[in-house]
């Protein structure tokens, strides 16, 4: 059992938590909660390592079990320990290191989600989840967006980092990968309506960060700007609940014509 807050496996996960630079470095990132967690069955992907502390309940000793199976060494620790390991206030009692996913995305895009610059976490993390449950076949991130392996946004995307391709990428990259798609920026206010555009064909959706838009890179890769309609009582909705309205969108028309990927 650890005791001490100084082991040298507890310090590298508090430098897990700290900073993307270590993060990359290191290869890899921080995932803690058995919800979380139990996010990894049915997947390729596994913890490099795992802590705990012994007050887990049986839901927590079967996932403790599974990753046995797995031959993932499971070490126990103090509640002290954990708590100095944790990036939460509440520790939930298991945490597990995982090696920095590159899940390949599929040949055949169908629908890709690009962030232009988005900084805020709880929108990122929100809108991986939105994305994998439309059925998204991947999401990437323009340069200067936050870092998809923060602590904070593995938590609010809760899971979808197992499952869903994401990718930091410079914007020929982008480019280079959406191929052929329509590309639609979204633009608070500006372009055509939404419910005006076909979202049957293969589509990416591009939305921009929360404070100044979509930027010029976006703007020279997009096909078409689209907008959401809303009241005039408020100035504009943020990116992760743009992103779920346009999302959900795509998955109405195409409901018509197909069957939805989920």
């Not at 990753?67 to 499971?74: E, L, N």
């Not at 991947?138 to 593995?154: A, E, N, Q, R, T």
């Not at 920026?185 to 838009?213: C, K, Q, R, Y």
Request: proline share 7%; charged share 20%; net charge neutral.
């Amino acid at each position: 059992m650890i005791t001490s807050r100084q082991n040298p496996k507890i310090k590298h996960i508090r430098k897990l938590n700290s900073g993307s630079k270590f993060r990359e470095q290191a290869g890899a990132f921080v995932a803690e909660g058995i919800r979380l967690l139990e996010e990894t069955r049915g997947t390729a992907l596994k913890p490099g390592w795992v802590i705990y502390t012994e007050d887990l309940d049986r839901r927590g000793e079967k996932l403790l079990d599974y990753f046995r199976a797995q031959q993932v060494p499971c070490e126990p620790v103090t509640p002290e320990v954990l708590e100095a390991a944790s990036d939460t206030e509440t520790p939930q009692g298991v945490l597990g290191v995982f090696p920095l996913i590159s899940l390949p995305f599929p040949p055949a895009l169908r629908l890709l989600v690009i962030l232009d610059s988005l900084r805020d976490p709880g929108n990122l993390g929100t809108l991986m989840r939105t994305s994998l449950a439309a059925g998204a076949d991947g999401l990437l991130l323009s340069p200067g967006s936050v870092d998809p392996f923060s602590p904070k946004v593995v938590r609010s995307a809760m899971g979808a980092h197992f499952k869903l391709p994401v990718r930091t990428a410079s914007w020929s990259e982008i480019a280079e990968l959406a191929g052929e798609m329509t590309l639609l920026l979204a633009d608070m206010g500006n372009g055509t309506s939404f419910w005006e555009v076909d979202l049957t064909g293969p589509v990416g959706i591009i939305l921009g960060s929360e404070a100044h838009g979509p930027g010029e890179e976006a703007r020279k890769l997009a096909n078409q700007t689209i907008h959401i309609p809303i009241s005039s009582s408020i100035e504009s909705l943020n990116a992760a609940a743009a992103g779920a309205v346009l999302l959900f969108e795509v998955n109405r028309q195409r409901r018509r014509t197909e069957k939805p990927n989920f």
